[in-house]
């Protein structure tokens, strides 16, 4: 079951191992760019609602990796390991996200991001090595409400930021954050 909340088509020679989320966001596009390449953002809301994040390293460059634990509500600690094979700023970060460096099960996701009149449109396209890996991803890790929540999170604090004076980025003046 490809999510394709986006409206566009799936590739049709990955869309039965694909999930696609989008959401359109409140902000300036590089400020949720931004949300994506400091760990100090990251730690505020990437993960599913109810759960958190600790980062054990983080190299944000193309062949840079972010080793980090989500944190379960249920108690449940999860290794996680992404690596960065492609950084356009601000428009496209591809990353290969899997449990280690040599997972063989790491699935590639592709992230856009446009604008949309003063905000931002987010297009998270997941492609998974098998479709059983997809299968499994979206019936037992909940991968489809589990992204959704993700770019929800991500939605909230960025809106936030702007709201509060906080944004900053590289084109906010020196002094502008309030």
Do not use: C
């Amino acid at each position: 079951m490809t999510k394709t909340s986006s409206g566009s088509e799936p590739d049709h020679t990955t869309a039965d191992r694909e999930v696609v989320i989008s959401r359109t966001i409140g902000a300036p596009r590089e400020l949720v760019f931004e949300a994506f390449t400091q760990v100090r953002h990251l730690s505020q809301w990437w993960g599913p609602d109810g759960f958190t994040t600790t980062t054990r390293s983080f190299e944000f460059r193309t062949g840079g990796a972010w080793a980090f634990v989500m944190h379960g509500p249920d108690g449940t600690d999860y290794q996680e390991w992404i690596t960065w094979t492609e950084i356009v700023p601000p428009t496209r970060i591809v990353l290969v996200h899997g449990e280690s460096r040599d997972d063989p099960n790491a699935f590639e996701s592709v992230l856009t991001f446009e604008p949309a009149g003063e905000g931002t449109r987010i297009v998270m396209r997941t492609v998974f090595p098998t479709k059983e890996l997809r299968d499994e991803a979206v019936e037992k890790y909940h991968a489809v409400e589990g992204g959704e929540q993700t770019l929800r999170s991500l939605a909230a604090y960025v809106v936030g930021l702007t709201r509060n004076g906080t944004g900053r980025t590289e084109s906010t003046p020196k002094g502008a954050e309030g």
